[in-house]
């Protein structure tokens, strides 16, 4: 059975680039009701979890990362409007009418909208023209800067996507704010109950990683700190299953292994391997490449001498909005593609990837 609870607590929780650690303390929670007390951090925040089934056997990465796009407080105006600066890629068009959720150093929360000059007070110019982010604001519905500072709100607080987790009229299609990448922290906390229950040949490090939208770094500290054998990217990547697409990547028809993006050419031995695997196993799985955007496996294939990678990517609708959907089926079968995968990368099988 799934775990949508899990699901629903990790796409809730709030957590910019930089800002964390609401995801991190979760994080160490499952860790240690898993039984996994070898857990350790880098210096940006990037949590890991060490898992052994063989301690001669090759180090294997799954990273997922903890930080969602959101928005920084950058100046609080006489008015008590909040200027912000985009956290993340966001698209401008998605920002303007929107609930967000302030969060003060304190831990304070406040419910803020994003607003911007309204369409009857435009020209005809400002009309034909797309909102530019620089005039936009959050209104958190307070008189002044005196007022808006009195409640603790200060440059530098974050604002992230005031959204609940839904199922939608399937019930296996999953709503939430912050799919990119709770739900590759899901995946790997889960690949890691069930490796821990059934044994495997190597030494698992589970990365919640940080940073990853403004420049997948924390991917490059915690690779440095593990320098893995062979390391695993677990995000979303867009679906294509929408009016005016393809339809070459839907939503559960199974989880996709990226053969190419900004950041990354996959390395090609790992990814024939996984391919094998998942038809042995009956797992669906889709290919797909990004011309733009990257994973945690592009900044973890750099560490050292190299390490042979491959991002693994739940398709997702409507990413860098506030809204995503995925599919359970995707989740679940993703989960099983690793588990099968790792069980399967033994010593010798991971030197003939990277030697072969």
Same mark, same amino acid.
């Given at each position: 059975?799934?775990?949508?609870?899990?699901?629903?607590?990790?796409?809730?929780?709030?957590?910019?680039?930089?800002?964390?650690?609401?995801?991190?303390?979760?994080?160490?929670?499952?860790?240690?009701?898993?039984?996994?007390?070898?857990?350790?951090?880098?210096?940006?925040?990037?949590?890991?979890?060490?898992?052994?089934?063989?301690?001669?056997?090759?180090?294997?990465?799954?990273?997922?990362?903890?930080?969602?796009?959101?928005?920084?407080?950058?100046?609080? &105006?006489?008015?008590?409007?909040? /200027?912000?600066?985009? +956290?993340? @890629?966001?698209?401008?068009?998605? #920002? *303007?009418?929107? $609930?967000?959720?302030? &969060?003060?150093?304190?831990?304070? /929360?406040?419910?803020? +909208?994003? @607003?911007?000059?309204?369409?009857? #007070? *435009?020209?005809? $110019?400002?009309?034909?023209?797309?909102?530019?982010?620089?005039?936009?604001?959050?209104?958190? @519905?307070?008189?002044?800067?005196?007022?808006?500072?009195?409640?603790?709100?200060?440059?530098?607080?974050?604002?992230?996507?005031?959204?609940?987790?839904?199922?939608?009229?399937?019930?296996?299609?999953?709503?939430?704010?912050?799919?990119?990448?709770?739900?590759?922290?899901?995946?790997?906390?889960?690949?890691?109950?069930?490796?821990?229950?059934?044994?495997?040949?190597?030494?698992?490090?589970?990365?919640?990683?940080?940073?990853?939208?403004?420049?997948?770094?924390?991917?490059?500290?915690?690779?440095?700190?593990?320098?893995?054998?062979?390391?695993?990217?677990?995000?979303?990547?867009?679906?294509?299953?929408?009016?005016?697409?393809?339809?070459?990547?839907?939503?559960?028809?199974?989880?996709?292994?990226?053969?190419?993006?900004?950041?990354?050419?996959?390395?090609?031995?790992?990814?024939?391997?996984?391919?094998?695997?998942?038809?042995?196993?009956?797992?669906?799985?889709?290919?797909?490449?990004?011309?733009?955007?990257?994973?945690?496996?592009?900044?973890?294939?750099?560490?050292?001498?190299?390490?042979?990678?491959?991002?693994?990517?739940?398709?997702?609708?409507?990413?860098?909005?506030?809204?995503?959907?995925?599919?359970?089926?995707?989740?679940?079968?993703?989960?099983?593609?690793?588990?099968?995968?790792?069980?399967?990368?033994?010593?010798?099988?991971?030197?003939?990837?990277?030697?072969?």
């Amino acid at each position: 059975m799934v775990d949508l609870e899990m699901l629903k607590e990790l796409s809730e929780l709030d957590g910019i680039s930089g800002r964390e650690s609401y995801v991190r303390k979760y994080v160490r929670k499952k860790f240690s009701e898993l039984g996994i007390e070898d857990v350790t951090r880098d210096g940006l925040g990037s949590v890991v979890g060490r898992l052994v089934g063989d301690e001669r056997g090759p180090k294997i990465i799954l990273s997922g990362h903890m930080d969602e796009i959101g928005l920084m407080v950058t100046k609080i &105006t006489d008015e008590g409007f909040l /200027k912000f600066q985009p +956290v993340g @890629g966001w698209w401008s068009h998605v #920002l *303007l009418a929107q $609930e967000f959720t302030v &969060t003060t150093s304190e831990g304070k /929360k406040y419910r803020a +909208v994003t @607003g911007a000059k309204a369409p009857h #007070l *435009l020209s005809p $110019e400002e009309r034909e023209k797309t909102v530019n982010v620089d005039d936009m604001f959050l209104d958190i @519905g307070v008189e002044s800067r005196e007022e808006a500072e009195g409640l603790g709100i200060r440059i530098g607080d974050m604002a992230v996507p005031a959204r609940t987790f839904a199922t939608l009229a399937n019930p296996k299609y999953l709503l939430g704010k912050a799919w990119d990448d709770r739900i590759g922290v899901a995946v790997f906390l889960e690949v890691m109950r069930r490796l821990k229950e059934d044994g495997h040949p190597n030494v698992i490090f589970g990365v919640g990683s940080v940073q990853e939208e403004v420049g997948l770094r924390g991917a490059k500290t915690s690779g440095q700190m593990v320098n893995p054998d062979i390391a695993f990217a677990i995000d979303v990547t867009a679906a294509k299953d929408t009016p005016k697409t393809d339809n070459s990547l839907k939503l559960g028809q199974g989880p996709a292994i990226l053969v190419y993006d900004s950041s990354l050419i996959a390395h090609v031995a790992l990814r024939e391997r996984v391919l094998a695997i998942a038809k042995e196993e009956g797992i669906p799985v889709q290919l797909d490449f990004l011309k733009r955007g990257g994973t945690d496996a592009g900044a973890i294939s750099l560490v050292y001498s190299g390490v042979p990678s491959l991002p693994i990517c739940i398709p997702a609708r409507y990413i860098h909005s506030h809204v995503s959907v995925i599919h359970q089926d995707d989740y679940e079968n993703a989960v099983k593609l690793l588990v099968a995968v790792i069980k399967k990368l033994d010593r010798e099988t991971v030197n003939a990837i990277i030697f072969d």
